[in-house]
């Protein structure tokens, strides 16, 4: 294997055992055949290099929240673009982000300059894998995806070449990194966003009796396709019949322009509310909240792979569907979220700027909310994906086949489809043009 500046962890290295590990603890098992530290674009082009030579698969990693556990995959060549960690913020508002950042370390760059963007809720998520799927967050309906402020970005495709990708260079893969999703074309090493001042948020939560449930998924869809731009939510109700849903909120503005606005919700809902807060923040101060965690602790920062953090690491599988209408059966979509064991179901509300972003591909523009079902390994990893995959398929009954491709379900079935929808042919014909060899082939992969 050539040498490398970076440093390069194989099996029965000191660190590998830490160097291999994601987000989640149960593709702990898996042992890549190394993990490529990479500084520079020069290593990460090193690292194709070999694995075109060798023909081994290889497999970006920046934040590792892999949800079918690819980006440590048992015999790839892990590259770990964290060390590519630079952020710059220019006077014009463009941002340079490299593609290692996590988004609490955007968070705090952008704050400091005094700017903002939408991105997602997650601190230790990366900048590349949220933007290479969209990028679905709590100011979404205001400032549309994360990656529908991107500008231009820098990628090593699988042929080795760093390519320069924008409206106006290379165009077609352009249009893929915005919603293509993750691990496909090669792997990007900076990204050019478009930000904007930062404002004041109002965000807020309201908590309901267990007895609320279907009222309030009767209502809140409604009342969220009708609130201005500036309101963006957040639905969440763990299983079981005695579990409290809420709502978690963030309103672009004064908490005196949020009220009424949040009172009309409850009015329609039918109910006051068992708890209700509503604060004014900053916007870091509103990305910290919306993580659950904070910077002063370092429970923002991961406390896996060597980060050093108190973020604790991810005990559950995951799926999606995409809601496209309000909800027209609430008593029996209250009935799967309780009867699903071990669960906690969410909707987050998108529209409003997203629906009329740019042409990209992102494939579920017209969608009203995502719904997310997690469940707990508490019974096991083979009960959890058994229940995970009843209330899938029962949504996908509901709702329709969709899904969001960065909460990727290693089960879902007809999973091109689901992710992709009318954009796939699309996404196949790019991925052949910049892949042809196949070289970043994985079981979800594009190649």
Not at 87 to 101: C, L, M
Not at 310 to 315: L, T, Y
Not at 372 to 378: F, G, I, T
Request: hydrophobic share 40%.
């Amino acid at each position: 294997m050539s040498p490398m500046d970076v440093r390069w962890i194989r099996p029965g290295d000191a660190g590998y055992a830490e160097a291999k590990l994601g987000y989640f603890p149960m593709y702990d098992h898996q042992r890549p055949s190394a993990i490529a530290r990479v500084t520079s674009v020069a290593d990460v082009q090193r690292c194709l290099d070999e694995a075109r030579r060798s023909g081994s698969r290889i497999a970006a990693r920046c934040g590792g929240h892999s949800y079918p556990g690819y980006s440590t995959a048992d015999g790839a060549l892990v590259v770990d673009v964290r060390g590519l960690n630079r952020i710059e913020i220019h006077p014009d508002g463009t941002a340079d982000v490299d593609a290692g950042v996590l988004l609490i370390d955007l968070y705090q760059a952008l704050a400091s300059a005094g700017r903002m963007m939408p991105a997602g809720t997650c601190a230790t998520v990366g900048i590349s894998g949220l933007t290479l799927g969209g990028g679905i967050g709590m100011t979404g309906r205001q400032m549309g995806l994360t990656c529908d402020r991107l500008i231009k970005a820098t990628i090593v495709t699988p042929d080795g070449v760093h390519r320069v990708v924008s409206p106006t260079e290379h165009a077609d893969l352009f249009w893929a990194l915005r919603g293509g999703g993750g691990g496909n074309f090669g792997i990007v090493t900076r990204f050019t966003f478009h930000t904007e001042p930062a404002r004041t948020m109002t965000t807020f939560r309201l908590k309901f009796a267990p007895a609320a449930l279907p009222a309030l998924l009767d209502a809140w869809p409604r009342w969220q396709a009708r609130a201005p731009r500036a309101m963006t939510t957040s639905f969440g109700v763990g299983g079981g019949p005695d579990s409290s849903p809420g709502i978690h909120g963030c309103f672009i503005g004064t908490a005196a322009h949020a009220k009424p606005l949040i009172d009309d919700l409850v009015r329609r809902v039918g109910s006051q509310p068992t708890k209700r807060s509503e604060t004014e923040k900053t916007f870091l101060a509103a990305m910290e909240e919306f993580a659950w965690c904070s910077i002063a602790d370092r429970s923002c920062q991961p406390s896996w792979g060597g980060g050093g953090g108190g973020q604790p690491r991810g005990e559950y599988v995951a799926t999606s569907r995409m809601l496209f209408r309000p909800i027209s059966g609430p008593q029996a979509l209250a009935e799967l979220f309780r009867t699903t064991p071990n669960s906690y179901n969410m909707i987050d509300a998108v529209g409003g700027a997203i629906a009329d972003g740019p042409s990209t591909a992102y494939p579920h523009r017209d969608a009203i909310g995502s719904i997310q079902v997690e469940v707990s390994l508490a019974a096991g990893e083979t009960a959890a994906r058994k229940a995970m995959g009843t209330a899938r398929d029962e949504l996908g009954r509901m709702f329709g086949e969709t899904g969001y491709v960065n909460y990727l379900d290693p089960q879902m079935p007809n999973w091109q489809r689901t992710y992709y929808g009318r954009n796939l042919g699309r996404l196949k014909a790019v991925a052949r043009r910049y892949d042809p060899d196949r070289v970043f082939a994985f079981p979800q992969g594009l190649a």
